[in-house]
DNA sequence: GCCAAAATTGTAAGCGCTTACACTCTTCTT
DNA sequence: AAGAAGAGTGTAAGCGCTTACAATTTTGGC
């Protein structure tokens, strides 16, 4: 193994015939450098195939380069998704993307927060994904000094993107109501201490709010807590089966939870549309083969969008403009999980 | 913003009473240091919450605390589960996860072997899932001093972790044949510049094997191309369907694929296994409900795995041991898209 | 044309850590 | 019991960059 040679900044300084601290300068394009000085920074750091070491940089007070993405999980469709989108969009930045999966754990996100500091150190930014965080924690993070962008959090005081969750899940509710369902269940993201989802709570009161539009109440039975994900709802499903009566129609609030409420419905010999209707909402690749209707939403719009701005505020930091909130479009996809109720 | 006090090794030897080298040296648990010095650095560390700044280790020469994981994409399946185990590995270990996804663009593999020194400075090491290497590119990454390990992949000079490939295609077309199909049709994972699966020829091999052993010739014109993804398999079936005679037999190179199979054959009004068996690799958690035959692989396992082994290498550097190279078992599943051919 | 103000560039002091090397104690030898 | 070898510890020189602040050049007003 050689030891390969670094191209440094004074490198770059010598060949163009300037001080190392105006080549910084040029580099980042700091006020106060000739147009002449530039091009030739500019020249010799090409000529040289020079890349400031990201290590000196930040230990100097500058920036690190690297942004981290925090998200409940990576493995959720949504989440492998809007990770992807928001990668590719630090990546052509030129930032470095620091991946950290919370998995359920509270634990992780405890760590995280005890360490602040310590993340502070090794990125500029951070990309929350559906971080369900306490007030304490909000303020903690937005006292950091980080930049800070989000998808799907509600009254941060950061940039957030994300789709209208309240109306996603009305959006699904309604269309049962309006094919004659008024026997409704929800499987409802669980919110625990371990793990629990951001999104529910606001699709939970869309379909409350649906009921309520059609002067029906809800059914605290009919409630379901289920994971956000395929075992998550075949589980949840099972419970309605097995211990309530069963509804004509059901929400997931998620496609995953859909798919695995129809996986424990046939166990049961039953299936959708013909014993209960079954509507979630993602518009996950499988649910057209399942004929699963759906509330569909952007997914890798929503991580680069986000990320975007994430992007926008760290190059811009001069600019402090407020923080603001973006709803993304969701639309109504009727399949064939879903029917008129006689 | 408050400006955050950093306590710095400076403090931890001051509080210990000690110099800053024999801290230094106690924290990474170098020789020469007498247990009482251990033991009264670490006590200060931990009184101090001290974390040393990646940055200035790095640029000292030390380790930078981070690990690059390099997947062809994060939102496949087998990636994402790969990927969140292997963070989870680095995260317990200490390590940043840096995520790179190719996207399936060479020019982001290009990037970053053009800029292989650049990434040197900012990991110890990196994890390359199936990631399609030239051998220029191997030899690379083997001499630029990251410490390597890699999740399916073949002869390779560093730790590798994976099923066997070959035999897992020739079990899945062995149960074809093993039920009387002779005439089958692979969906194979492409391999084109833009975007290449590693794993595809050595189970397209696995598949002409099998074919082989029960004198059977791969007819070329039912090796179908597909990129291992729902529409890619969909795609696939469908020019099978339209353009060649239909097999009895299809063994789709990964569950996804053949998840986009049995879409295509729906559209078409046909169905598995009464038209055409199925069988697939991997067993995804549709698998089970869509009742598709598949070859199960543990993925999470091997991404673990290989983690684990890079964890290692970097933790004992002193010790180099030979490269090993690991195969997890793969299994049979039968369901219910394959049937009896009579 | 002259001088102050503004624009540009350079000097030098770190950022927090690692490491070569020098130094001080302990242990063994013989 | 003296000297060599070795264990433990400290000194100081960077790693490559940013940034006050000082030095220099340019600009512009009169």
């Known amino acids: 193994m050689v030891k390969a040679y670094r191209v440094t900044i004074q490198d770059v300084a010598v060949l163009s015939g300037l001080s190392i601290c105006t080549v910084s300068r040029a580099l980042r394009n700091l006020p106060n450098v000739s147009e002449k000085a530039q091009a030739k920074v500019a020249d ?25 993405i925090i998200a409940p999980t990576a493995t959720a469709w949504f989440f492998a998704q809007a990770v992807e989108a928001a990668e590719e969009v630090f990546g052509d930045s030129g930032f470095d993307t620091v991946l950290i999966s919370l998995r359920g754990k509270s634990s992780v996100k405890r ?27 909000v303020a903690l993070l937005a006292a950091s000094g980080l930049a800070v962008a989000s998808v799907g959090m509600t009254s941060v005081p950061w940039d957030n993107v994300g789709i209208d969750d309240e109306l996603a899940a009305w959006q699904a509710t309604s269309h049962l109501l309006g094919l004659g369902h008024w026997d409704l269940a929800v499987l409802s ?17 869309g379909f409350s709010r649906a009921l309520k539009d059609h002067h029906l109440t809800v059914h605290p039975d009919l409630v379901i807590n289920s994971d956000s994900t395929i075992d998550g709802g075949r589980k949840a499903m099972n419970e309605l089966i097995a211990h309530r009566s069963l509804p004509t129609a059901v929400f997931a609030d998620c496609d995953e939870a859909a798919f695995g409420a129809l996986m424990a419905m046939r166990e049961h010999g039953l299936s959708a549309p013909k014993n209960v209707s079954v509507i979630g909402i993602d518009d996950h690749p499988m649910s057209w083969f399942l004929g699963l209707s ?24 001069d600019a402090p403009n407020e923080p603001s909130n973006h709803f993304l479009d969701t639309k109504l996809i009727e399949r064939k999980t879903t029917r008129r109720q006689r």
């Open 44 to 68: 010799a750091a090409a000529k040289l195939g020079y890349k400031a070491s990201s290590a000196a940089a930040r230990l100097a007070g500058g920036s690190t380069g690297s942004i981290a």
């Open 111 to 137: 760590k995280i927060f005890g360490d602040l500091l310590g993340l502070s150190q090794r990125v500029d930014g951070v990309l929350l994904l559906n971080v369900d965080l306490s007030e304490s924690e």
């Open 189 to 205: 993201g669980r919110e625990t201490q371990e793990n629990s989802v951001l999104t529910a709570s606001d699709r939970l009161k």
């Open 294 to 317: 759906t509330v569909a939403q952007p997914v890798a719009d929503q991580g680069a969008f986000a990320a975007n701005l994430l992007v926008d505020r760290l190059q811009n930091a």
